[in-house]
Structure formats: structure tokens, C-alpha cells
């Protein structure tokens, strides 16, 4: 029994949005999806999704796409995007029901995967605009939208530290944390939710959002403060799942 991760599959089968423009690796990327998918995961094995599941602007348009990931093998944990539209965070208890036994929503609640509690949220990262100098170095930014974008940070920590607290009051004391969004902005050395991440000692914090090479380096890879750093993006991994466990 393994534990997987991967975001951003952009999904489009009723919206009709092909991410082709995006590059060569999104090319019938729902094949290669399906494919590395069907591979690698097994029916008894975890797939968490960071977000970005479907262009659908409501449930409705999303349904041949929820259709899609509920097909994969495995058990299905989705996290909430910021282009996930169909999905208002005060009806997450509702997704649920509707969805109980084929799919899971991670929104304000935890699952649990052996005797760690998977717990997480969007998450946001201020992502500009930038004031760059003449050899492009950033100089300057939007201190109104920065400001606008902490108010942001503080409501999806509140959502996690929901998650975190509902998984410690049931006792769990392992934590895996996913995010849609980097855990830091350009620039940020840590953030509000590295801090928490290691205030709960959190073994793994997984996130996606990060598209093109250009993007693969705006935030922690690797070990940092107590915890090892994933980007999962899709384009990112190929659409291969990466193993976390």
C-alpha cells in the first residue's frame, strides 16, 4: 500500500480548454494521465490531487472530469485549486456525500493514510505583480495586492489549522500537509504555512501550481526545517504520480 501525489490536471471534457498551447507535455495529457496512472497505482494504493482538477465553471461541467479521476485506480483525496470553480469551500461536506465511496474532498477536515493524518487547504502565495530592473531584477511589487493577498494567507491557515486540530483532537501525531499553491512566495525564505508545517512536525508538505521550467524553482524542494518538500505539478512530473510513502 503506497502513498501518491500529483496536481493540476486541467481537465477539460466539457469545458473544452486544451492545454496544448502550454507545450509539448501537455499533449493528450488525459492519455498519459490514464496511462502512467493504470501503470503504477494499485487498487489498495492513495492518490492525492493538489488541485486544478477541471476548466468546468460548475459541478456540472466537471462531471465527465470527476468521472475521469474516479475511473483511476486506487483511492482518490482531492484538494481544492485555484481554478477549481465547481468547488465552494462551504460545500465540501456536501461533495462528499454526493460523492461518498468513489471520491474524497480535503477542504476544513482530514483523511488518513496508515497512522498519518493527511491534512491540508488551497493555500495562496502572493505572485505579484513584480517590479523588475533593466537586468530583471525584482525591485519592487504591488503593495496593495500584497497586502490584499495576506488577507488570503490568514483565511487558508485558518483552514488548516482546522485540519491540523481535527487530526490532533482524534490523536493522530503524524502529519502529511498538501497545498494547492508553493508553501512560499517568490523571494519568501519560509511562510505561514512552513511554520506550521513545523510546528506539527510534518513529514512530507506537497504542493503543485508551479507551471513551465521557469516556475519550477519559486519555492522549497527537498529537506527544509524538519520536512521534506514536494512540487507535484503536473506538466512538472510528466503526469507521472510521484511516490510520497
Not at 488551497?122 to 500584497?146: C, H, M, N, S, V
Not at 504542493?207 to 505539478?233: K, P, Q
Request: aromatic fraction near 14%; charged fraction near 30%; proline fraction near 3%.
Amino acid at each position: 500500500m503506497a502513498l501518491y501525489a500529483i496536481g493540476d490536471y486541467h481537465l477539460s471534457f466539457q469545458a473544452n480548454k486544451p492545454m496544448n498551447q502550454f507545450g509539448a507535455v501537455w499533449r493528450k495529457h488525459e492519455e498519459k494521465i490514464k496511462k502512467n496512472c493504470s501503470r503504477l497505482i494499485r487498487p489498495e494504493d492513495t492518490l492525492v490531487i493538489t488541485g486544478d482538477h477541471s476548466w468546468g465553471k460548475n459541478l456540472e461541467e466537471c462531471r465527465e472530469d470527476l468521472a475521469f479521476i474516479e475511473a483511476l485506480p486506487g483511492r482518490k483525496i482531492l484538494l481544492r485549486g485555484n481554478h477549481d470553480m465547481f468547488w465552494d469551500a462551504k460545500k465540501t461536506e456536501r461533495l462528499n456525500r454526493e460523492y461518498q465511496g468513489r471520491l474524497e474532498f480535503l477542504q476544513n477536515n482530514y483523511y488518513t493514510y496508515e497512522d498519518y493524518a493527511l491534512v491540508g487547504t488551497k493555500g495562496y502565495t502572493f505572485e505579484g505583480p513584480f517590479y523588475l530592473d533593466r537586468r530583471g531584477r525584482i525591485i519592487g511589487w504591488d503593495e496593495e495586492k500584497e497586502l490584499h493577498a495576506k488577507k488570503l494567507v490568514d483565511r487558508e491557515l485558518a483552514r488548516l489549522q482546522q485540519s491540523f486540530d481535527a487530526a490532533a483532537a482524534d490523536g493522530y501525531q503524524k502529519f502529511i500537509l498538501f497545498l494547492h499553491y508553493p508553501p512560499t512566495s517568490v523571494l519568501e525564505k519560509e511562510s505561514a504555512f512552513t511554520r506550521i508545517a513545523e510546528q506539527y512536525h510534518a513529514e512530507h508538505v506537497v504542493y503543485s501550481h508551479c507551471h513551465g521550467e521557469s516556475r519550477f524553482h519559486d519555492s522549497i524542494r527537498g529537506d527544509f526545517h524538519g520536512s521534506t518538500y514536494h512540487l507535484v505539478s503536473g506538466d512538472f512530473l510528466k503526469f507521472m504520480p510521484e511516490r510520497i510513502l
